[in-house]
Structure formats: structure tokens, C-alpha cells
């Protein structure tokens, strides 16, 4: 099945994940115009009603590149919902969606059927992301228009499955579009989610060592000094398993190896926790992150990495 005509223009095969806390305007707007699907959650903008203003000002961005770039249209962009019941703030941050005709919603935490109606009705798709099987057919069941495969080394809450296992278990049975998602940092390996079944590679830490990243000067430094081993999996912090940066946790008081468990129950998506704040969400890709730079020439690298990579295989 190939990917709805929104996804025409990019740069290179990528959905830019939508990171807590560092994720804003800035970023969505200079990873739309480079070429990739930009995005960021709705938590992230506080208070509530800054969101609208938000969505105002990537709308008018992108549409002022458009026009001074008929040739090279804007990639579209994407606004995360947590649709788990403990996000109280969800009904009316899609009433502001609604209102700007989000293109992107990718929903997280529990597919809802009504939410994907809502989206299809201003003419958006919805993609939900999944960290197994059962789940993805869930979401297809209740209305999703695509998945996210969320799998092994993704940052933050992160799934548990091989990558090359769970693609193929889902496509299987669903052909509709795939991004996947879990240590992909480079563009070869953007061309390997492709060969492995994916539509599209699902970026996120990467994109903390940005300059368009709202978080510190440290947490950049540490994304950049970073290795998969520097990553720990961790369920103490929300309440869901995720991955996070070792030298935050030593800097919060905590021995990263003898981490213990929460209760899942008390789900806390609102940076309680020391999360995201104080308690760094990272992938194992960063290996392949060497500096911090601008988001426009983290995308010209991957896209560069993933021509060779193409050209490589002929």
C-alpha cells in the first residue's frame, strides 16, 4: 500500500518523534522544511493554551516556506496525543487540533476509535504506536491509518521486541503504512527499516542535540557523548518501561543498576518523577550523534547517509 499523498514530499524517508519537553516550534518548523515530518506532543505546550498559539505559528511558518519554495514544499507535521485516561487535558487539546486541521496525529498510550474519527473527519490520519503485535491490531481495529513500531532501544517509553520480528509479524497481515522506530540514528539504518518492511523510520534522539532542542546544554552533551551501553530500561520513572541516560539517573541520587520497580498503575505522564526533566529519556542510536547541531544538517547528514547507503546496494 503506498503512503498517502502527505507524505510526497520528503526529504528522506523520516517521522521526526515527537520528544517531552524538548520538543516546540522551533523544531517542528525547521524539521518540516528541511524535509521530514516534524512533530511534537501537545503536553508539551504549557499552559494549555499555548498550543494554539503553537500551531499558529508552525501553520503560518510553513505556509510562508511554501510560498517562497513552490519547488520544495514543506514536509507535513504531526502533534502527539497521549489518549491514556490519565491525560485530562486530552478532549480539549483536540478541540485545538480540529481547529487547525492537523495533518498528523500520532496517538499513544490506548487507541481510541473516537479519536481517529475526530481526526479523519477535519481530513488528518492518525498513526498510533505500538510495542507488539496484539497491540497493532488493535489499533487497526479501532481506526488508525498507520503504525508506529515501536521496538528494542527506542527512547523513552520504548517496546522490548527485535525489530526484524515484530515488522514481520505485522506485515504479515497489515499493509498499510509503517514507521518504525528504535535506535535509528543514521541514514543506512533508515534504508534497513525500509528493506525490512517499514515505510518510514521513526527519529528521535538524534534531535536532542539540536540547537532547535528545548533542553540543556548538558543533556545535549550527554546525547553526544552517549553510547547504546549508557542506556538503562527503567519503569520507576512514569510508571512504563523506558529508556534513559545513565548519567542522568547517577546525577538524581540513583544507582542505574539497582533501579526499583513501579507500579504501573500509577501512570505519570506529566513529568512527575524527575521525568523528563531530571531524568534524561535517550535511545541506543546515539552512538552515531557526534555534535550538536542544527536540525537542518542532522537531516542533510541522514539524507546523505542513506544515498550512499542506496548506492551502495546499487
Known amino acids: ?14 517521522v521526526a518523534a515527537p520528544l517531552f519537553i524538548v520538543s516546540g516550534p522551533e523544531m517542528v518548523i525547521a524539521q518540516c522544511t528541511a524535509g521530514i515530518v516534524g512533530s511534537f506532543p501537545a503536553l508539551n505546550a504549557r499552559p494549555q493554551s499555548l498550543l494554539d498559539e503553537w500551531l499558529h505559528r508552525i501553520t ?38 480540529a481547529k487547525w486541521r492537523v495533518p498528523i ?29 496484539r497491540f497493532a ?24 521486541l527485535n525489530p526484524f520480528a515484530f515488522t514481520q509479524e505485522v506485515r504479515q497481515w497489515y499493509d498499510g503504512p509503517v514507521a518504525l522506530s528504535g535506535a535509528i540514528a543514521h541514514g543506512g539504518a533508515v534504508l534497513a527499516a525500509q528493506a525490512m518492511g517499514a515505510d518510514l523510520a521513526y527519529i528521535g534522539s538524534p534531535f536532542i542535540a539540536t540547537a532547535e532542542a528545548n533542553a540543556t546544554q548538558a543533556y545535549k552533551q550527554a546525547v553526544v557523548d552517549g553510547r547504546a551501553a549508557d542506556i538503562v530500561n527503567s519503569n520507576l520513572f512514569t510508571g512504563v518501561h523506558g529508556n534513559y541516560l545513565r548519567a542522568s539517573i547517577v546525577a538524581a ?10 507500579d504501573p498503575s500509577a501512570m505519570d505522564f506529566g513529568g512527575g518523577a524527575k521525568a523528563w526533566k531530571d531524568i534524561w529519556g535517550s535511545g541506543q542510536g546515539i552512538g552515531a550523534v557526534d555534535a550538536v547541531v542544527e536540525a537542518k544538517d542532522r537531516i542533510a547528514q541522514i539524507a546523505g547517509e542513506y544515498r550512499a547507503a542506496r548506492a551502495r546496494l546499487g
Open 1 to 14: 500500500m503506498a503512503l498517502p499523498p502527505l507524505f510526497d514530499h520528503l526529504t528522506v524517508p523520516v
Open 60 to 97: 503560518e511558518a510553513l505556509a510562508a516556506h511554501d510560498r517562497a519554495h513552490p519547488d520544495r514544499p514543506a514536509a507535513p507535521y504531526a502533534v502527539n496525543q497521549i489518549v491514556h485516561r490519565s491525560n485530562a487535558r486530552l478532549d480539549v487539546d483536540m478541540a485545538v487540533c
Open 105 to 133: 496525529v500520532i496517538t499513544s498510550l490506548g487507541a481510541r476509535e473516537d479519536v481517529n474519527r475526530a481526526v479523519a473527519d477535519w481530513g488528518g490520519i492518525t498513526l498510533h504506536d505500538v510495542i507488539d503485535d
Open 137 to 160: 491490531h488493535k489499533a487497526v481495529e479501532k481506526g488508525a491509518d498507520g503504525l508506529i513500531l515501536v521496538c528494542a532501544g527506542a527512547g523513552g517509553h520504548a517496546g522490548r
Open 253 to 262: 541520587g540513583l544507582d542505574p543498576d539497582a533501579l526499583p520497580e513501579s
